[in-house]
């Protein structure tokens, strides 16, 4: 799936958050995600069975609260997309006014059209939480 | 049909008051549907006819929480504890409030509190893990030592970075104040501190959030380097988590500007660039000083 296929998607996906996950969950070599709101409970996991969602989840949403309240370079909340990266994979977290949307992929992900299909993914949660 | 109007006179035709139980049920439910105003605001009314309600004030906190009402959100989860002392939820929820604003130590204490009480409670320590982490590191006040560890090689990771590096710029000594003179000596000569023109900020730090070189710096750079360690230590946990290994890139993108960072075991270096740089580019110029500071390191 391309990050315009998640761009395009009707408003209505960005309401329901668990369709929007499964849909990023497709593309090509993201192994795992997870919908976690600001105080750290998770909304929709589809994980891989060796990790853990409570810790994960945990961690993510606090990871993505620190990059909201980063200070004056970014203005709170607007953070819309960050990658984390290490030799052997990466996560990739989205800020929206639900929560938190994590993405883990392999090395081999294509970083571009995973941040570019997250970025998207935010919008559209965005757009639908603004009607 | 006079059964029926004597039955209503009497007051059994009349809908009954949910309970507080079912409001907070009914609460939970749009709070998982997202309408979160809908769902705080059932739970406030609720709240009035049933104060002493553990799971009510539990349920304000988490959304206040996700209103990013956070002094809110302290206030139900101290209410939670007033009623219930070792609540976890509400432990859980006033250490990660402590975390966010930077009181390690009180952190660790509602950390502890919940596990003694809960030692299977996986997110407490999880978080733990991390609150450690920060605890152990020194204030970033304190003046830079010199690099005594030897540097490892960079290691390949997935955001490759193009072969050629675009011009660069030298960084105007004027602007760079470097700390206590102890310091100074070993900040690399200010004629190899290369800076890309496109870049808005730039900052080098070690793993304790040593301050080693900041460009522009100003009053508040000491404390937005401790952020970027605090970061960067949580972004691993998480990484840790996912069973990836530690952090070595990251692309955190704002309103109005990227920033890239590049870490490993012994620093830490950001850089940010306006949202009209390439990530290409902005990679390319990252690896490029990285590699400069590091060999002025080693």
Redesign the interface.
């Known amino acids: 799936m391309s990050a315009a296929a998640v761009a395009t998607a009707r408003p209505a996906l960005g ?1 329901d ?1 668990r369709a929007l996950l499964g849909e990023l969950m497709k593309l090509d070599h993201i192994t ?1 995600g997870l919908v976690v ?5 998770v ?1 929709a996991a589809d994980l ?1 069975r ?3 969602a ?10 993505g ?27 990739f977290l989205g800020s929206t006014p ?2 938190f949307i ?1 993405l ?2 392999e ?1 081999q ?1 294509d ?2 059209t995973v ?1 570019g299909a997250l ?1 998207a993914a935010v919008g559209t949660v965005y757009r639908a ?1 603004a009607r | 049909m006079a059964f029926a109007r004597i039955w209503h006179m009497l007051g059994g035709g009349r809908r009954r008051r949910p309970t507080s139980a079912q409001v907070f049920r009914q609460a939970q439910r749009l709070r998982d549907d997202g309408r979160f105003e809908d769902a705080a605001e059932l739970v406030a009314d609720a709240l009035i006819r049933e104060p002493d309600s553990v799971v009510g004030h539990l349920l304000a906190g988490s959304l206040h929480m996700t209103l990013r009402e956070t002094g809110q959100a302290r206030t139900s989860f101290e209410r939670v504890l007033a009623l219930e002392p070792t609540q976890p939820r509400a432990l859980l929820g006033l250490a990660r409030i402590a975390l966010e604003d930077g009181e390690t130590v009180a952190c660790r204490d509602l950390l502890s509190r919940a596990l003694a009480r809960y030692p299977d409670f996986p997110e407490a320590r999880a978080l733990l893990d991390v609150a450690r982490g920060l605890s152990v590191a020194p204030e970033p006040k304190r003046p830079a030592t010199p690099a005594a560890t030897a540097v490892p090689a960079p290691a390949p990771t997935p955001i490759a970075a193009p072969a050629a590096a675009p011009a660069a710029r030298a960084v105007p000594t004027a602007t760079t104040r470097p700390e206590p003179a102890t310091a100074a000596k070993e900040l690399p000569p200010a004629e190899r501190l290369r800076l890309p023109s496109e870049s808005r900020e730039a900052l080098f730090m070690r793993p304790d959030a040593t301050l080693v070189f900041a460009e522009p710096r100003g009053p508040r750079t000491e404390a937005v380097a401790a952020r970027a360690v605090k970061l960067a230590r949580i972004a691993t946990a998480v990484l840790a988590r996912a069973g990836f290994g530690p952090l070595r890139h990251a692309v955190i993108e704002g309103a109005a500007e990227t920033t890239y960072l590049r870490t490993d075991d012994a620093a830490l270096l950001t850089l940010a660039f306006d949202r009209d740089v390439t990530a290409a580019t902005a990679i390319s110029h990252l690896e490029r000083v990285w590699g400069t500071y590091r060999s002025e390191l080693a």
């Open positions: 309401r958050i795992g709101a600001p105080d750290g409970l909304i891989p060796e990790v853990e409570e810790p994960l989840s945990a961690l993510a949403a606090t990871l609260r620190e990059l909201e309240l980063r200070g004056p370079q970014l203005r709170r909340g607007t953070f819309p997309m960050a990658q984390f990266a290490s030799v052997s994979g990466s996560a639900v929560g994590l883990l992929g090395p992900a970083n571009d941040r970025r939480w």
